[in-house]
């Protein structure tokens, strides 16, 4: 027997979990669009080599989490675990670099080879936001209200905490960097495996790590704040003061990092404690150095990407799905003309419950199942007086309305 189970780390999205997730889509998409954001849509795969030169070939991500394969022509590919190095493959590859500054908004199904569990699949989806060509810090305070008011359009704002960093530009990381491989190299023997590995090449992504061995250690390192020089101190105070300025509460958090060397200044994450050990729910930064790092010029570019799952479990003011008008034809006469009316109410915007075939009592109890507002019953009298019957499903009211004004009824 064919093996017909979806594939684990996957799932099937219909009903109220579909309308959750477009919920959380259409709100991050008119969000942006209030900030003169456009949509973009990338392919779901790219050449492998733009992940890898974008996350680092020592990341988890690429060591250990994507969906690479060779396609018949011999080219590696790779399903994109994450948008934003296909985002400015995309700038680069489209010519968009003549017409800076960019406002790019996406949504879509991202990939990666990980243990399921709650609010993480294989097989996941993100909205995220990518402004490039912006050096200043108010970019940066642009994409993080952005996602503070996406929240807030969500109902969860006061779910949520938005933790805020500065990992300095690149001489001041530079500098951090060479006291805190001074440092770790001490405790070389007590990192675990995968942190050795990046000691060599990321060591700032071992500040992250999730090892409680790394963590101790990680506790007495030394603080990236006390490598920053006055144009760091210069550009996060900015970021501060216009977050302030915005109403937009933060607290402060010096192990918020990201490890990859083209990511400078500002790091942040909206978090909860509503979804367990996964937490973030919109995570970004600024990346001034990965366009010039996949082979474009010299590029600023700050964003975040979050969850679709994760937002949607915690969203709670998603819409109900939409309450038809049942019609309910009695007998053959009326069978042709409920077909006509229905195509009339949907031309109106109406939507429409009609069952191909059943008599009265089984149509009617179809439309308790559809949840149906309204039910409009014809028969050979109502078509010969050039009437319906329109009954309220809530209240129990039926009325006689005239068939040419039937939609002006339903739409007062």
Do not use: C
């Not at 022509?73 to 190095?85: F, Y």
Request: glycine share 10%; aromatic share 6%; net charge negative.
């Amino acid at each position: 027997m064919a093996n017909i189970r979806p594939v684990r780390g996957t799932h099937d999205l219909f009903g109220e979990t579909i309308r959750r997730h477009r919920h959380v889509i259409e709100t991050g998409r008119r969000t942006a669009e209030l900030y003169g954001y456009e949509e973009i849509q990338t392919p779901v795969f790219e050449f492998t080599e733009v992940f890898e030169r974008s996350l680092g070939d020592t990341s988890d991500v690429v060591t250990k989490e994507m969906y690479t394969f060779e396609d018949r022509g011999g080219d590696s590919l790779t399903l994109r675990p994450e948008n934003t190095a296909s985002v400015a493959r995309a700038v680069i590859s489209g010519g968009m670099l003549q017409a800076l500054p960019l406002k790019l908004f996406y949504a879509g199904p991202m990939f990666r080879y990980e243990r399921p569990q709650k609010g993480r699949l294989r097989q996941f989806h993100q909205i995220g936001v990518e402004l490039i060509g912006a050096p200043e810090p108010s970019g940066d305070v642009e994409v993080i209200a952005i996602g503070a008011q996406i929240l807030e359009r969500l109902g969860i704002a006061d779910q949520v905490t938005l933790e805020l960093n500065t990992l300095g530009d690149p001489e001041s990381r530079m500098a951090y960097r060479q006291q805190l491989v001074a440092y770790l190299d001490g405790y070389r023997d007590r990192l675990s495996e995968d942190s050795r590995l990046r000691l060599e090449r990321n060591p700032m992504r071992i500040l992250d790590s999730k090892n409680e061995d790394d963590r101790a250690i990680v506790r007495e390192a030394p603080r990236l704040e006390d490598s920053l020089n006055q144009a760091s101190l210069d550009f996060f105070a900015a970021v501060k003061d216009g977050l302030a300025e915005l109403g937009i509460a933060y607290t402060l958090n010096q192990h918020l990092v990201r490890g990859l060397d083209y990511y400078t200044h500002t790091a942040f994450e909206f978090t909860t404690t509503a979804l367990g050990a996964q937490g973030a729910v919109i995570a970004g930064g600024r990346y001034d150095g990965l366009v010039e790092e996949i082979g474009g010029p010299p590029t600023p570019g700050v964003g975040w990407a979050a969850g679709v799952e994760r937002l949607a479990l915690l969203a709670t003011n998603e819409p109900a799905a939409p309450r038809p008008v049942a019609i309910v034809p009695i007998g053959p006469a009326a069978e042709t003309e409920a077909r006509k009316l229905a195509a009339e109410l949907r031309h109106a915007g109406i939507a429409v419950e009609l069952a191909f075939k059943g008599k009265p009592g089984q149509r009617m109890k179809r439309a308790d199942r559809a949840n149906a507002r309204f039910a409009i019953s014809m028969g050979d009298d109502e078509l010969a007086a050039g009437t319906l019957k329109l009954r309220d499903l809530d209240s129990g009211e039926e009325t006689t309305v005239g068939r040419g004004t039937v939609i002006d009824h339903l739409l007062a």
